[in-house]
């Protein structure tokens, strides 16, 4: 037996059993005209089925959800941003003193943590941007 003939054969068992001929597929076309021509079936409701186009916004609930969770994000990395420079202020007060390695770490991490600062609310503008459209 070839492909082919396993796949006919399988779509005419599934057909079968679940009794897929019985049903009037022309009961579903709608009259021609009917669509908008701007949904998945293209021109006019040219398918079986026309599916109207849904505007592409979120219900309440998760719009107000993704704005709860864009917001800890921001004000959180905020929050950390703080307590990170803290410490690495109080690095270079240290090494400034005894140990100039010390210093010099601080102030890497405070470059270091402009730049994740940065990463963060630029990823967040950006998706908030596309987001609400």
């Not at 006919?8 to 059993?17: F, I, Q, W």
């Not at 102030?107 to 730049?115: E, G, H, L, Q, T």
């Amino acid at each position: 037996m070839t492909t082919l003939n396993l796949l006919e054969a399988l779509t005419s068992s599934l057909s079968s059993a679940l009794h897929l001929q019985e049903v009037d597929w022309t009961a579903l076309n709608p009259s021609p005209g009917t669509g908008t021509g701007t949904g998945t079936t293209g021109e006019g409701g040219s398918g079986p089925f026309d599916f109207q186009d849904v505007p592409p916004s979120a219900p309440p609930e998760v719009k107000k959800l993704g704005e709860r969770i864009f917001g800890a994000m921001k004000f959180g990395g905020l929050a950390i941003a703080v307590i990170c420079f803290g410490g690495a202020g109080i690095m270079m007060m240290a090494g400034k003193a005894r140990n100039h390695n010390l210093a010099a770490q601080g102030m890497s991490n405070a470059v270091w943590v402009i730049v994740g600062l940065g990463a963060l609310l630029s990823t967040v503008s950006i998706v908030g941007f596309f987001a609400n459209g």
